[in-house]
């Protein structure tokens, strides 16, 4: 049970998608524009990830090493597909607002990242919970990111109003590079609880790597 | 040779298995989809391009054959107190990005265009999807049948630098009026015309 607990709770916070290990940026910075979409998205993903990962772990004994990529693309890509199949019969204007990145999560290096470093080598409960986890993790980095961003950006949550009437929509939040902006910013934020929180239990703080012209070795050659 | 043929045959035996999983999940789902389409994207459409109606065109759509040829084309009706007062058809041609999907209302009285509504595109976002856009698809309301470019000597002012998806949505129509034409007598066949 703690294994399982393990598994699952380390894709909210130690190994928090997209934050933590900073994989899958492309939807994260195309698709959450709104918490709406961003929760969407997400909800995507977790099936995704969980449905492949299991997949992944059921076939891993009988994949052979030299081309589980491509076993692992295949695996990936159909569940995709089934996802877009569904959500055109289910949900269409979600489709029509995900649009073209209801495909690309195929692509989405969480997805393959966790088959390779994860599903391949584990159990199939132990690949499903860490697959959930991941994807929730990932659900909520997404429509957080998303929140933020169309508070700013038009002064509504999911589509209602919250600013005050007088407010002036920051644009620049929906646009491109307000996605970028917004998601260093948050990175900044988390590592600085994290160091934080190290310091306060006494532990070493993780330094980044030296800033220094000497750990970098390329000028000095 | 042993590891080669290993991994060609798990490799066939999951793309198999995929595919017909694949196959099956779209056919399940395909009648379905198709009334999402006509709900999301054509039903809008047709409330755009015709008006005046108080039936449902969704629900009251036929389809028909193109004399001469063997193409089937969808017709949304547009009825008022059971008498015809226009139709609705879609076309499509190829852009900039891909398919372009018109609808394009005729109105049986004046024989003229009632309008069209862009419903498929994947143009370039600000340059080929303003097609889309009110500004270029108003130009159509009430037009005559005899749709051309500015360019070709024609009245409709396309896009400026979006000369290919300008085309194509162009194209559509003339496409729908070609086909409107020659399916009419069935229309008036099939709905009791009005006016």
């Known amino acids: ?221 | 040779m042993k590891e080669g043929l290993k991994m060609i045959a798990v490799l066939t035996l999951i793309c198999g298995m995929f595919s017909v999983t694949l196959a099956g999940l779209k056919e399940a789902t395909e009648s379905r989809i198709e009334e999402q389409v006509l709900t999301y994207v054509q039903g809008p459409a047709i409330n755009q391009v015709l008006s005046g109606f108080d039936n449902s065109p969704v629900t009251d759509r036929m389809k028909f054959t193109v004399h001469g040829t063997e193409e089937r084309v969808t017709v949304f009706p547009a009825l008022k107190e059971g008498l015809l007062l226009g139709v609705a058809l879609e076309t499509f041609t190829k852009g900039h990005g891909g398919e372009v999907g018109v609808m394009v209302g005729f109105n049986l009285s004046g024989e003229n265009l009632s309008g069209i509504a862009i419903t498929t595109m994947k143009e370039t976002p600000g340059i080929g999807a303003r097609i889309a856009g009110h500004g270029f698809t108003s130009q159509f309301k009430d037009h005559s049948m005899d749709v051309e470019l500015t360019s070709k000597g024609g009245s409709i002012e396309g896009i400026a630098g979006a000369t290919t998806s300008s085309t194509a949505s162009v194209e559509a129509v003339k496409q729908a009026v070609s086909i409107f034409q020659k399916i009419k007598p069935q229309i008036t066949q099939a709905w009791p015309g009005g006016s």
């Open chain 1, 1 to 221: 049970m703690s294994k399982l607990w393990k598994e699952f709770s380390k894709g909210l916070w130690k190994d928090l998608p997209p934050f933590k290990v900073v994989l899958g940026l492309c939807p994260v910075l195309a698709v959450t524009k709104t918490a709406d979409n961003g929760f969407g998205m997400g909800l995507a993903v977790i099936f995704v990830l969980t449905m492949s990962n299991v997949l992944v772990s059921i076939f891993r004994k009988i994949i052979p090493p030299k081309v589980r990529i491509a076993c692992f693309i295949v695996i990936a890509a159909s569940l995709v597909v089934s996802v877009e199949l569904l959500m055109q019969a289910f949900a269409y204007p979600l489709y029509q607002q995900l649009g073209i990145f209801v495909p690309l999560i195929v692509v989405n290096c969480i997805i393959l990242g966790r088959a390779e470093a994860f599903a391949s080598k584990n159990p199939i409960l132990l690949s499903a919970v860490d697959g959930l986890g991941m994807g929730i993790g990932f659900t909520i980095s997404l429509t957080l990111l998303g929140g933020i961003r169309e508070l700013f950006g038009y002064g509504t949550l999911f589509g209602t109003r919250i600013m005050p009437e007088h407010y002036k929509p920051f644009s620049f939040m929906v646009e491109a590079p307000g996605a970028f902006v917004c998601l260093g910013l948050m990175l900044s934020a988390m590592n600085i609880f994290t160091s934080w929180q190290a310091r306060r239990k006494g532990q070493a703080v993780l330094d980044n790597p030296g800033h220094e012209c000497r750990s970098c070795g390329i000028c000095s050659r």
